[in-house]
């Protein structure tokens, strides 16, 4: 198994920052790609960021492209996703997410084998 845990969401105001973090333990040689979605009440599961883990490829969703950024500390087993100049449309519960290879898969959520629980993000106008 492996155990992802989401921290570093808030409440804050449009234009804000917050740094989330993914903590990962357990069978983590599995994890070959580590992505971040988001899901807003009342809409799907949306892909945000996507990182392989042995470095060389990100991918980013249209919506937040020039204003967060993944990455990873190999050290710690930890994928962050910064987040600047944030909006009312960014909030959401955001899910971190580990799969075991790199790929069309990793822009959806059956690419996935683990999730951890979310953290909320909530932007005020």
């Known amino acids: 198994q492996v155990h992802l845990v989401e921290s570093g969401g808030g409440l804050v105001q449009a234009g804000d920052s917050l740094r989330l973090s993914c903590a990962a333990s357990?069978?983590?040689?599995?994890?070959?790609?580590m992505g971040w979605f988001r899901q807003a009440p009342g809409k799907e599961r949306e892909f945000v960021a996507g990182?392989?883990?042995?470095?060389?490829?990100?991918d980013y969703a249209d919506s937040v492209k020039g204003r967060f950024t993944i990455s990873r500390d190999i050290a710690k087993n930890t994928v962050y996703l910064q987040m600047n100049s944030l909006k009312p449309e960014d909030t959401a519960v955001y899910y971190c997410?580990?799969?075991?290879?790199?790929?069309?898969?990793?822009?959806?959520?059956?690419?996935?084998?683990?999730w951890g629980q979310g953290t909320q993000v909530t932007v005020s106008s």
């Open positions: 990182i392989r883990w042995s470095g060389g490829s990100i």
């Open positions: 357990g069978r983590t040689l599995s994890n070959a790609v």
């Open positions: 997410a580990s799969g075991a290879a790199w790929g069309p898969t990793v822009f959806v959520t059956h690419g996935y084998d683990y």
